[in-house]
């Protein structure tokens, strides 16, 4: 009698060949998450620094407040900017947004 019942086979585990689909799933995810946005976001961070260390007296920059003025003196972190003849504030270096090309403030 059991000469005649075959052997069965079994076929390959079901999570056997997705094992390759469920790790490339997060790799590519983590992928793209890094080229579209922590790769950017650290580019303009690494610029942004660059430019707060490279102010000097005399540069005419924007900062946060939306405010132009020149730079009067630099004292660590912070910056001191003439906004006009009068007025003077103490800014952070890092509030600056943009440093302006020469005599921008006189023509505006």
């Given at each position: 009698?059991?000469?005649?019942?075959?052997?069965?086979?079994?076929?390959?585990?079901?999570?056997?060949?997705?094992?390759?689909?469920?790790?490339?799933l997060?790799?590519?995810?983590?992928?793209?998450?890094?080229f579209?946005?922590?790769?950017p976001?650290?580019?303009?961070?690494?610029?942004?620094?660059a430019?707060?260390?490279?102010?000097?007296?005399?540069?005419?920059?924007?900062?946060?407040?939306?405010?132009?003025g020149?730079?009067?003196?630099?004292?660590?972190?912070?910056?001191?900017?003439?906004?006009?003849?009068?007025?003077d504030?103490?800014?952070?270096?890092?509030s600056?947004?943009?440093?302006?090309?020469?005599?921008?403030?006189?023509?505006?």
């Open positions: 009698m059991f000469l005649f019942i075959q052997a069965a086979h079994a076929a390959e585990p079901a999570g056997a060949a997705s094992l390759f689909g469920q790790i490339l997060p790799v590519a995810f983590f992928a793209i998450f890094y579209l946005v922590i790769r976001q650290s580019k303009r961070t690494k610029e942004h620094r430019m707060v260390n490279a102010l000097t007296v005399g540069s005419e920059i924007i900062f946060a407040g939306g405010l132009m020149r730079i009067k003196g630099l004292e660590g972190d912070y910056a001191i900017v003439s906004l006009n003849n009068n007025t504030v103490k800014v952070q270096r890092a600056v947004i943009s440093v302006l090309p020469a005599g921008t403030i006189e023509s505006v």
